[in-house]
């Protein structure tokens, strides 16, 4: 029997996952990889063989005749992606996508539809269903181990990226029984983004079966809990997490149940991979199943309608935005200014607030157009790129500030520049998480010096940096680990350094968001 022939469309992380699944099977073929970032996609066809590369995943799908493609895009990309493969002159049979399913209600059920009708076997990504644990747990249920199911309690940081798996882990506890309803409140204390997706910061959501499971997860707390999940049976209970499963038992004292499967290269991504293979040859629906996935992200969007409605939500959900975004927008639901101000010890310690959280006062926009300020954060490269710089010029200086970006984004942070934001110490700042260390990723002082190691800036998170001159030294942070120390009269190709200028921000490719500009003067060396 020929193999099927395989293509995975984005080469971070997850597809990097995904492709070492395929390799794995017998009846896999690797046979073309797509990423707008060639690098990328070259990078992961030279570490899996993959004899086709693409920037255009839409050229992939014409020229492969794909049997299997992966699709492992950001969230606001999946429907597109999905469609397209879907509309493809030669579909393929098979698409294993990411999670979370998409930013709407309405994405992911269009998805589910198409996929439905044109006889295409779609999963997405809730592989704890082939965790060592997690899997464990299932089985022990179904066991009878701890009596009759009654309720199951979970706790992660949100309920779009994180809390789709712990939703589905709800349900597969309970043997994919449709809810009842669902009953949810959210907060947003700070404007939150995963991998593009708006998150909140708090949420609680309290789900019943009809066979009266209750389940409730909370999200955006540290508990210091011992498990992420709780299962309460009639008879005993189970915590489980990552690589731990204790039970109890009336009568009995807490203890530890190894795992009953082998550990596999790729652990539990590429079990779903090998799954759904095998339910593609076997012609069975595959546990990762669309149909499962709406299931999850239904208890999502109920979570967030149930908080727009003040009220609990009978299912199935007939909605098709998503009521986060659409309250954020209607400022049903407002995201606070983020506070710029600086402590007292800062102040005593001479610091000057560069940004005032309020305008662009003491900064000059090039091109105005290109910059503006919304709840408490400088954003620009929104529609154009562009310059933010300071309008008094320093001399030996410590700025510190977070920065956020979105999918490949790329800026700078420039130090002892000219009034065009030019001729200074540009600092890369970058989402590259997946790229080798060089003289152009994160920390780098660009195109010149390489960082000491790559901060793994990425997933459109907050991330702390603190860029400091003094003389002719340069440090540069990230979080709280120093990446870079250089002297940059020793530079080769650097040129003459000015011992002033101003401190600019660069959008280079994409939107770059930044919060918290402060302005120090440096320690002195030790």
């Known amino acids: 029997m020929a193999k099927l022939r395989a293509g995975v469309i984005g080469c971070g992380g997850r597809g990097q996952g995904h492709a070492l699944g395929y390799s794995l099977s017998e009846h896999v073929e690797l046979v073309a990889c797509a990423d707008i970032h060639r690098p990328a996609a070259e990078r992961m066809a030279g570490r899996f063989e993959f004899p086709g ?51 709407t209600y309405g994405e992911c059920v269009r998805m589910h539809t198409a996929c439905q009708e044109a006889g295409i076997m779609l999963t997405f990504s809730h592989q704890r269903r082939f965790s060592r644990t997690f899997a464990l747990a299932k089985e022990l249920i179904d066991e009878g181990a701890v009596g009759t199911l009654q309720r199951m309690e979970m706790s992660c940081s949100n309920l779009l990226d994180w809390g789709t798996h712990w939703f589905d882990m709800m349900l597969f506890y309970n043997g994919n029984l449709e809810p009842d309803w669902v009953m949810g409140q959210i907060d947003c204390a ?60 009336e009568g009995g004292e807490w203890h530890n149940v190894p795992p009953r499967i082998e550990n596999v290269p790729g652990e539990d991504t590429s079990r779903h991979i090998l799954n759904s293979v095998e339910c593609l040859l076997e012609g069975e629906d595959s546990t990762l199943c669309s149909a499962n996935s709406l299931r999850a992200t239904q208890l999502i969007f109920a979570t967030y309608e149930s908080a727009r409605r003040r009220q609990r939500v009978l299912l199935p959900l007939e909605i098709d935005d998503s009521p986060l975004i659409s309250m954020l927008r209607k400022g049903t639901i ?11 010890e800062e102040q005593n310690e001479g610091a000057e607030l560069l940004f005032n959280g309020t305008d662009l006062a003491g900064l000059k926009a090039l091109p105005e157009e290109a910059w503006g300020v919304t709840s408490g954060i400088v954003r620009g490269g929104y529609d154009r790129p562009g310059v933010i710089r300071t309008a008094e010029t320093y001399g030996d200086v410590s700025v510190s500030f977070e920065f956020r970006l979105r999918s490949r984004g790329q800026a700078r942070v420039s130090l002892r520049c ?89 959008a280079v490719s994409g939107p770059v968001d930044i919060r918290e500009i402060i302005a120090m003067p440096p320690e002195e060396p030790e």
Request: hydrophobic letters at 40%; glycine letters at 10%.
């Open 190 to 249: 700070a404007d939150q983004l995963v991998f593009g997706a708006r998150i909140e910061t708090g949420g609680l959501s309290y789900i019943k079966w009809p066979n009266n499971v209750t389940g409730l997860l909370t999200t955006g707390q540290n508990t210091g809990s011992t498990c992420a999940i709780r299962v309460i049976g009639s008879a005993g209970l189970i915590e489980v997490d990552h690589g731990k499963l204790r039970l109890w038992q």
């Open 334 to 344: 407002a995201i606070p200014d983020w506070p710029a101000f600086l402590t007292d």
């Open 418 to 506: 000219d009034e065009q934001g030019e001729n200074g110490l540009d600092i890369v700042l970058a989402d590259d998480r997946m790229e080798p260390v060089s003289e152009h990723t994160s920390g780098a002082l660009e195109g010149l010096v390489a960082p000491e190691q790559n901060p793994r800036v990425g997933g459109s998170a907050w991330v702390y940096c603190e860029v400091t001159c003094r003389g002719t030294q340069l440090i540069v942070s990230f979080g709280d680990v120093m990446i870079l120390n250089a002297d940059v009269v020793e530079i080769p190709g650097l040129g003459t350094v000015p011992k002033q200028g101003h401190i600019a921000f660069k």
């Open 53 to 103: 590369v693409y920037t255009d995943y839409n050229e992939m799908l014409a020229a492969e005749n794909l049997d299997i493609v992966s699709m492992c895009l950001w969230p606001d990309l999946h429907e597109t992606a999905v469609l397209d493969c879907v509309r493809a002159a030669t579909p393929p049979r098979l698409i294993n996508a990411e999670k979370p399913m998409a930013p």
